[in-house]
Nanobody
Framework: QVQLEESGGGLVQAGGSLRLSCAASGRPFSTLSMGWFRQAPGKEREFVAHIDWSGGRRYYVDSVKGRFTISKDNAKNTVYLQMNSLKPDDAAVYYC???????????????????WGQGTRVTVSS
């Protein structure tokens, strides 16, 4: 099993920045590909970003491209989501998720991830 714990959420003004962290344990982190998803009230869980096990491939939903950056530190067993130029529409609970499967084209689907964290809330004031 893999345990995931997010941190770094909070309240920020529009245009501000936050960095989310997700610490993993239970399996060699270098073997895991990681994703960030978010869920706003009344909406479905939405894919945000994905990074493969090596850190060499990264994918983003169009709405965050150029503003968010996903990164992976295998030495610290941690994946990050740097969020800049935040907008009110970015407000949600953010979840990290892990998978040991080789997924390439379906990185955006929550069903491809095996383990999930509890989430961290991001609030953006306008």
């Amino acid at each position: 099993q893999v345990q995931l714990e997010e941190s770094g959420g909070g309240l920020v003004q529009a245009g501000g920045s936050l960095r989310l962290s997700c610490a993993a344990s239970g399996r060699p982190f270098s073997t895991l590909s990681m994703g960030w998803f978010r869920q706003a009230p009344g909406k479905e869980r939405e894919f945000v970003a994905h990074i493969d096990w090596s850190g060499g491939r990264r994918y983003y939903v169009d709405s965050v491209k150029g503003r968010f950056t996903i990164s992976k530190d295998n030495a610290k067993n941690t994946v990050y989501l740097q969020m800049n130029s935040l907008k009110p529409d970015d407000a949600a609970v953010y979840y990290c998720a892990s998978t040991a499967k080789l997924i390439s084209k379906t990185y955006y689907s929550p069903t491809n991830y095996d383990y999930w964290g509890q989430g961290t809330r991001v609030t953006v004031s306008s």
